[in-house]
C-alpha cells in the first residue's frame, strides 16, 4: 500500500521549453503533497507544499511562475517548469500524505530525472 | 525550526558486520523522527518511524533505531548488513501532531563491500 508515482521518470529538453511532471497516490487519496528537488550528492529541497483544491504554499526562494503547481484532485498533483534552462536540470521527487490510515508519513514517488539542454 | 545533522557522510562497511548511522536533530517541540533509504536514481522508501510510545522502533530489512529524547538523538542500526543495503540514508523530522512538511538530514552514503 501507499504507492505513488511519478511520470515521466526521465525527460530531456530544450531550453526555453517547459515540461510538466505528474505526481499520482495509486492506491490512497492525498489532499497534501509535497514537491522535493535534489541535486547530484545531496539531501532534499523542499519546493512547495500541494493543498488539493487550493494554491500551492513556496518555499523561500522558490519562483512560484517558474514552478507552477496545480492539485486538481485527490490523487494528482502537477509540477510545471515552464521556460526551462540548464540550470533547472536536477531530480524532482514528490510525496503525498494519506488522508486516512498513516495521516503522518510521507510517502515518495520514484522521482522524475530533468535534463534542460 | 527543525534541524537535522547527520555527521558521517559515508560509512564504509564490510557485509554481515554491524553498522550505526547517526542522526541528530534539533527542535522546541515535540517531533516524528524518520529513516528514509534512497537507491540510486530512485525515490525514497520509508525504512522506519518513531512517534510516540517505545523508543526502540523496528523497520523493514533488519533496521531498527533508537529515539533518545535526552541526547536528541535518533541512530539508525543494523546488526549484519548485507551488500544490497548499499544505499543513501537520510534522518528526518516533522513536527508531532501535524501532517508536516519534512527536514532532512543531508544523508549518510553506506557502502557495503565484501
Known amino acids: 500500500g501507499a504507492v505513488v508515482s511519478q511520470h515521466p521518470s526521465w525527460v530531456i529538453c530544450k531550453s526555453g521549453t517547459s515540461v510538466k511532471i505528474e505526481c499520482r497516490s495509486l492506491d490512497f487519496q492525498a489532499t497534501t503533497m509535497f514537491w522535493y528537488r535534489q541535486f547530484p550528492k545531496q539531501s532534499l529541497m523542499l519546493m512547495a507544499t500541494s493543498n488539493e483544491g487550493s494554491k500551492a504554499t513556496y518555499e523561500q526562494g522558490v519562483e512560484k511562475d517558474k514552478f507552477l503547481i496545480n492539485h486538481a484532485s485527490l490523487t494528482l498533483s502537477t509540477l510545471t517548469v515552464t521556460s526551462a534552462h540548464p540550470e533547472d536540470s536536477s531530480f524532482y521527487i514528490c510525496?503525498?500524505?494519506?488522508?486516512?490510515?498513516?495521516?503522518?508519513?510521507?510517502?515518495f514517488g520514484p522521482g522524475t530525472r530533468l535534463t534542460v539542454l | 525550526a527543525q534541524s537535522v545533522t547527520q555527521l558521517d557522510s559515508q560509512v564504509p562497511v564490510f557485509e554481515e558486520a554491524p553498522v550505526e548511522l547517526r542522526c541528530n536533530y534539533s527542535?522546541?517541540?515535540?517531533?516524528?523522527l524518520f529513516w528514509y533509504v534512497q537507491y540510486p536514481n530512485q525515490g525514497l522508501q520509508l525504512l522506519l518511524k518513531?512517534?510516540?510510545?517505545?523508543?526502540l522502533v523496528k523497520g523493514i530489512n533488519g533496521f531498527e533505531a533508537e529515539f533518545n529524547k535526552s541526547q536528541t538523538s535518533f541512530h539508525l542500526r543494523k546488526p549484519s548488513v548485507h551488500i544490497s543495503d548499499t544505499a543513501e540514508y537520510f534522518c528526518?523530522?516533522?513536527?508531532?501532531?501535524?501532517?508536516?512538511?519534512?527536514?532532512f538530514g543531508t544523508g549518510t552514503r553506506l557502502q557495503v563491500t565484501l
Open positions: 528526518a523530522v516533522s513536527v508531532a501532531g501535524t501532517a508536516s512538511k519534512l527536514t
Open positions: 527542535s522546541s517541540v515535540s517531533v516524528y
Open positions: 518513531y512517534l510516540s510510545g517505545s523508543t
Open positions: 510525496s503525498a500524505i494519506p488522508i486516512s490510515g498513516h495521516t503522518d508519513t510521507q510517502y
